[in-house]
Each structure stands twice: as C-alpha cells, then as structure tokens.
C-alpha cells in the first residue's frame, strides 16, 4: 500500500487507512522503529505492560548517590 506524506501544522505525517484501522481494536499507541530504511510500528496495547515483573526483579538500586556531600548547612 503506498502512501505520501502530508502536512500537519509545522510536522508531517502520513494518513492510515480506515480499511487497516479496522483490523485492530482502540488503537493509541505506538512503538515506532526504524530499521534498514524501513520504519516500522508496532502496537503497544498497555504502554505500562510489563512494569510490575519489572519492578519486582529490580535491585532497587538508586539511580543517583543519595547521600549529602555538605558539611556545614550553614552556609546554605
């Protein structure tokens, strides 16, 4: 199925057709790749699946140090 771009305000992108539309329930969101000179979308049903595993295997490391390096708070 070929497709052209198409102005929308200041960005561009292209139209999908009602008959693709249709062979999925409540699109929203999409992951999107290129690959190869290829750009590729995959449907994300639930953009937060997967977070719960994730989080329960996690190491709980902090991210950043959380200790204080100051000495004398007053001087703040």
């Not at 449907?43 to 994730?54: F, S």
Request: aromatic share 6%; no cysteine; charged share 35%.
């Amino acid at each position: 199925m070929q497709v052209s771009l198409i102005d929308i305000g200041t960005s561009r992108g292209i139209r999908i057709p009602a008959t693709v539309l249709k062979s999925f329930n409540d699109l929203k969101t999409f992951d999107l790749k290129v690959e190869d000179s290829k750009i590729i979308l995959n449907v994300i049903k639930n953009p937060r699946d997967g977070w719960e595993d994730k989080f329960k295997n996690s190491k709980n490391d902090l991210l950043i140090d959380d200790k204080l390096d100051i000495e004398d708070w007053d001087e703040l």
